[in-house]
DNA sequence: GTCTATACTTGGATAGAC
DNA sequence: GTCTATCCAAGTATAGAC
């Protein structure tokens, strides 16, 4: 029925190239970020990745697979990156420096969009939810370490819980992620980094960092 | 083919009875809340309406144009009822206690649910953004202004600014809803209200309100 | 205004040829 | 491993009877 039997590219099965599977994790992210959840069919995220439909059941079993497979690769490539960007930081100055940088870099990069997505599938898709929040999971825990490193030396650290400035921190990349992503306007975001930047160093002068020289307190 | 014929009440048309329009746009919400964006389709919504999946259309054109109605019609009430809380607050530490209480009442009533779930289904369907990026604007306005209840008075006042404050709570109310919602587990955004309510307390310790008698704007 | 019936589309998933 | 072909379910939307 469709116009075959002409010397097209079309429909000649690729041997094994490399790996298929590798490539069609590649189109789901671009495929989340770029249609959402709601758009990432199988059909679409195929297309995306060059191949047919149904290799996406042969090799993930459902396409709820493959997005999770997805959002393992983005996490991963993404906590490497970060941990590097946070070991570098030493107080709550640099901290928030380093902070508005990663959120600059994802915004591009688009994994807070792949895990946004995630999130926001999880009401409609039973038993996503409970995937997605285990993936979130070694996140706290470095949103917790890089609150840690942030106190560090300073009075603040034995006045605020780090578990729950970790929830907050997390709770507001995403929920800036999602404001952001809803009409494409980045300028709100960079407003808020930089007041925080600002209130950092303010908040550096009235609790001075204790583990240096003598930066005794002023009672 | 169905089985008719007898005096079923099933398939008789209920006569204009009050307002299927109005019984729409509720179990659009309630669908919403429970079913999420992709599960709130017409006719997951009139099965909950209790009435036939062409009214959607006949009445609101399109499902989209529906949810909109219901976001609309939850966002009035939730404004007019948060105006209030809001009015009765003065000071840093009370705001936070009403911000906790308005946090656990709306988690209840569900009203973020349906936010949320809007601003995640605006990432497959198109033109929907900016809808919703619109309907969201009231709530920016709303957060400014408690801010600026919250910090009349004190030193902080001309430290922060307000507009940054605002959009930093609302990214972050919306991104403990989307959490929360993920898991099921309220206890980290209880625990993060809390450990707000204390952190405030100090500030007022720290920054004492200048002057404050309760009744017109203290100059 | 409300219902039934239906046309049309898209998507998940499987069978079987190559 | 990859593709074609196909089945089936679900959704949007419209036409027309009541």
Known sequence: MAKQGVTTRVGQPRPNTAGTRAE?????????????????????IARTAGCNQALVFYHFGSVANLLLAALDATSERRMVRYGEAVDAADGLGPMVEVAARIYREDLDAGHMSVLAEMIAGSSSTPGLGAEVSARLEPWFGFAEDATLRALRGSPLADLVPTRDVAFAVVALYLGIEFLAHLDGDRSQAESLFSTAKRLSD??????????????DDPR
């Open 202 to 215: 303010l908040m550096g002068l009235v609790f001075p960092v204790a583990a240096h020289d003598g930066g």
């Open 24 to 44: 069609l994790v590649e189109a789901a992210i671009t495929t989340l970020q770029t249609e959402g959840f709601g758009g990432s069919s199988a059909r679409a």
